[in-house]
């Protein structure tokens, strides 16, 4: 999707025109994929723009930081107010928001100096991240080839930025096929995630989505998505699927910052269930334009007002 360029972009504490937020061409990160990001939304609500559950994602930024043995120069307080800042200043009333920390430029070497961490945010208005109309009909998934990586390889708990190099050539892969997207595979056959959300199927009145075991990364939306049905009184279970297990399934539904909640038509040439957008996703969905609306008070907490 084309960016859209906005006015400011947030360097190490700096308000900086878009076109001047450069990094050196040799910093260790474009080299070596030594970094960890966030994918965070603003919302347009009826008294302004409003962060869908920002002080989770920063919390994620630094658990994803920790795990590559980086120390964020920032704490969580002022990474969150640097944020609303920064949507702020740009003007946006709705926008995708894009935090950053990379290793700054000074030395080379498979072994990069950790002491060097930078951070950057920036936001540009983004819709939908699949298409309309997988939006609104399902999207069509395929099984990938590419497996997903393994907490034995790189750890997918971490939302690190080489790592999606396993992501983006399961994405590319699928899309030159005529797909809108690709679930990956762990070792043992079991379902772990599309190349950029998460998955949950309907099957015998449970909803069911594959455990952080099983290579995936905790989504947010996807503990949106557990806590919404949880309320609305339905069983979630949190285990393995099999591959075969989708394609009998009810109803299934991805789940992502970037994605928000979008219903699966078919996986593999197979329709799931009737091949159009079931009850529950239905429900699920109008709940989460709700929420991130602000037209819903039970989940006001998750919600910082600009």
């Not at 937020?21 to 080299?31: D, G, R, W, Y």
């Not at 910052?257 to 699966?264: D, G, N, S, W």
């Amino acid at each position: 999707m084309p960016l859209t360029p906005t006015p400011f972009i947030w360097m190490d504490g700096e308000l900086v025109p878009w076109d001047e937020a450069q990094v050196h061409v040799l910093t260790p990160s474009l080299h070596y994929g030594w970094g960890v990001y966030e994918g965070i939304r603003a919302y347009e609500t009826e008294t302004g723009p409003a962060v869908f559950r920002l002080r989770e994602h920063i919390a994620r930024l630094r658990d994803s930081a920790r795990v590559y043995l980086m120390e964020l120069p920032w704490t969580d307080e002022e990474l969150v107010q640097a944020v609303l800042e920064l949507v702020r200043v740009n003007g946006q009333p709705s926008c995708y928001i894009r935090p950053i920390a990379y290793l700054g430029y000074g030395e080379m070497g498979v072994a990069p100096n950790l002491d060097a961490v930078r951070m950057s945010i920036a936001v540009w208005p983004w819709g939908s991240y699949l298409g309309d109309k997988a939006e609104s009909e399902g999207c069509r998934l395929i099984v990938s080839n590419w497996q997903r990586n393994s907490n034995q390889t790189v750890p997918p708990l971490a939302k690190a930025t080489g790592a999606y190099v396993n992501s983006a050539l399961a994405k590319v892969g699928a899309q030159r096929a005529g797909y809108d997207d690709a679930l990956m595979l762990t070792a043992n056959g079991h379902i772990a995630e599309a190349s950029a959300a998460n998955l949950f199927m309907l099957r015998g009145g449970e909803l069911v989505t594959p455990p952080v075991s099983d290579g995936i990364l905790p989504g947010i939306t996807r503990d949106t998505a557990i806590t919404f049905a949880r309320d609305l009184g339905l069983t979630v279970v949190e285990r393995s699927i099999p591959r075969s297990e989708v394609y009998i399934a009810d109803e299934a539904f991805l789940t992502g910052t970037a994605a928000e909640i979008v219903p699966v038509a078919s996986v593999d040439e197979r329709p799931v269930g009737d091949g159009r957008v079931g009850a529950v996703t239905k429900e699920l969905r109008g709940l989460f334009q709700d929420v991130v609306r602000g037209r819903n008070q039970a989940y006001e907490r998750w919600l910082e007002r600009v």
